[in-house]
C-alpha cells in the first residue's frame, strides 16, 4: 500500500481539485485539509522524544492520517487559521502566533516529498532573491532597478537608453473596498519620467524593457518541464500578457537546452520542486528569464494545450520519474 498525500490547499482551488482526482483515480490515499480548517475543523496531536521524530495524527470527524505514514505533501497557496468566534482581537493575534508555530511547525519538520515547502516557498516569494538566483545560475535576466528614488529611476533610464517597464514586486493584487484590482506591468513613456510623484511612498521595481518575438510560460514538475509559448493579440497584452488572456494564442514548445539545464540548477538552488516561471523570447531568439512564482496557476495552460501537468504533479506526488 502507498504512503498516504497530505494536500493543503484552498478548499475552492479547482486545480488542486484536478490534482486530488487524478491522484484519487490512481487509488492514492489523499488526506486534504486547509489551514483554514484548524482549529476548528482539524485537530492535531503529535509528539517527539529521544526515540523517534515527530508523530500522531490530523483527524478530522470523519478521518485521520499519521503524521509518521505521510509520503508527500501538497502545499498550494492555503488560507489562514480560523478562530472561534468570541474571541478578542489579542487573543486572535496569539492564537494565530501559537498556530503557526505549532501546527505550522510541526508539518514544516515532516521528512517527506514536499512539492513545495513552505519555506522555500517564502524565499522565493523575494524577486530580487530570484533575480540574484537566476543571474548566478547563468539565466539572462534584464537590468533590473529597485528603488524609491525618483532621481535614480531617471539616471536608470539615461544608463539603459531604451524604454523601461514598471512593475509590482510582491502580488500585484490588492483589495480596495470590495473590489480586488491588480495592478499590471506598465511600459513607460517619457512623459513619465518627468512626473514620478508617489516613488518615494514605498519599493518600485523598473526594467530595461525588451523586445518581444513572445513569451513563455514555463511549467517545471520536479525533473519534467512543460513549455508553452504566449502570443499577445492585443496592445495591453504585448505589455503585460495577463491583462488581457481573451487576445492570446499558446503553443506547446521545447526550449533551448541550455536554458532547460539551467533552469534545473536554479530550482535546485531555490529548493523548489514545482514553480511557474516566465521568460521573453526577443526578437534574436535569447531567453530573458521574469520571474517564478512556486504557487503559479497552471490549469489554464494545461487546458489551452493538453500539456498533462496535473498528471506530472500526481507522479511527483508519487514519487514517480517519467521522462
Known sequence: MTAPILIIADRADWPTDRVVTTLTDRGAEVFRMDTADF????????????GRPWSGELRTALRAVALDQIGAVYYRAPNAFRFPHGMSEAERKFAFAQARAGFGGVLAALTCRWVNHPAAIARAEYKPQQLAVARAVGLRIPPTLITNQP???RAFAAQTQGPLVCKPIASPVLIEGDQFRTVYTRRLEPGDLADLRGIQT???LFQAWIDKAHEIRLTVVGDRMFAAEIHAGSQAAHVDWRSDYASLEYRPTQLPDEVTETVRVFMDRMNLRFAALDFIVDPQGRHW?????SCGQWDWIQHATGLPIAEAIADDLQGATTP
Open 39 to 50: 482549529p476548528q475543523e482539524v485537530s492535531l496531536t503529535a509528539g517527539i522524544d529521544p
Open 151 to 153: 532621481e535614480n529611476v
Open 289 to 293: 528569464f521574469l520571474e517564478a512564482n
Open 202 to 204: 514605498t519599493a518600485h
